[in-house]
């Protein structure tokens, strides 16, 4: 048959995503599936039926990785592997993450219907936690299993009723046999919602990320004096809070001020003691910054830093910083980024070249395998939310994509 006619079915994954978004359905429209939760594994369950009804070899390791193989025509290869992850924010969109995994179930079903043979195997993958919401770290199946983070440790990771990683693996029956180390990959492909408005608003189908741009996280924590407010002046106060609220307009001025490609976001506050007639003695407040650009980050974190020890000194709060966790830009392998762009290109779908300035599994993976993703729009750039929506035939045309991908390393010598 003549491959390049080939494409998946779009009813087919639309019906199939809908079936998934049921488990753990939310009255918004969006789902609540935390890892390792009863609806997570309801949704491994169901997935794992699906790999069966193709017959797919499975394999689940020790921290709950699934994967679904199907056999090339020389198994001594390296297979081509794709995936994503089934779990969701607590009140997350029932496209992040699931439709990189049922986009893999698609391929594979297209693969198997149509009794291909591919040189080598293909596999599907659902990572464990990635979404990090539950549990801290976040990517921590894909991170064991690209031997960048700790089993053990990964297994003593507690959510906030102190229950474990690894009891909660045990608890749901995915605490698997298999080691979670790395084996050889030829090609990782990820398909995945874009998760911000620059596709639609280019009128592109098709993202392709050349990486993922370095994350830098600091924790400030500013002293003030507390004291009543009806009593005490305005003079002479030492509000933690108005000091604080000062820095984090500065956050906000940042990137702007620097220039370049870049991001930096105040989303977590503390105010202590959160009293209305008590002068704010104590705040901490978190800093993210994320850029493309390598050194970027690290001047702009000294201007800031500046401003910070200013506005300090000005109201007379003491300030102390944590640098708290910082991730270099991940680039992917060039060669099939550029695979990505042909495919698309060849399918008739508009691209644009981009960078993911989310965290995604591919991260990891793209350190022990060559590695690339695959962006379909997100309608308003929204995720993480109810309210997260692809249009369907977006759905279709990122399958087909990854589909072709697919094919083509697994056809490779
Ligand atoms: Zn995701």
Known sequence: MDLSKLRVKGDRLRNTLEEMAKIGATPGGGVNRLALSDEDKQARNLFLSWLREINLEIMIDEVGNIFGRRSGKN?????????????????????????????????????????????????????????????????????????????????????????????????????????????????????????????????????????????????????????????????????????????????????????????????????????????????????????????????????????FEKIAKKRGCPLRIEETWSVKRVSFNERLVQRVKETAEKLGFPSLPMVSGAGQDAGYISQVAPTAMIFVPSIDGRSHVEVEETKWEDCTAGTNVLLHCILQSAMEE
């Open 75 to 307: 198994n001594s290869l390296a297979p081509v592997l794709s995936g994503s992850h089934i779990d969701s924010q607590p009140k997350g969109g029932r496209f992040d993450g699931i439709l990189g995994v049922l986009g893999a179930l698609e391929v594979l079903r297209t693969i198997q219907e149509n009794h291909l043979e591919t040189l080598r195997p293909v596999m599907i993958v659902n990572w464990t936690n990635e979404e990090g919401t539950r549990f801290s770290p976040a990517l921590a199946g894909s991170g064991v299993w690209a031997e960048k983070l700790d089993r053990d440790w990964i297994y003593a990771r507690a959510d906030i009723q102190g229950k474990k990683i690894g009891e909660e693996l045990e608890r749901i029956g995915y605490r698997g046999k298999q080691p979670a180390q790395k084996w050889p990959v030829h090609a990782y492909y990820e398909l995945h919602i874009e998760q911000g408005p620059i596709l639609e608003k280019e009128g592109k189908i098709i993202g392709i990320p050349a990486g993922i741009v370095s994350l830098h996280w600091f924790d400030v924590y500013v002293e003030g004096k507390s004291n009543q407010v009806g009593p005490t002046p305005m003079e002479g106060r030492n509000d933690a809070l108005c000091a604080a609220a000062e820095m984090i307009l500065k956050v906000n001025e940042l990137p702007a001020k620097m220039g370049g490609n870049m991001v930096a976001t105040v989303g977590e506050i503390h105010n202590f003691p959160n009293s209305r007639n008590i002068i704010p003695g104590r705040v901490h407040f978190t800093v993210d910054i994320r850029s493309w650009d390598d050194d970027l980050p690290g001047r702009a974190w000294a201007e800031l830093k500046k401003d």
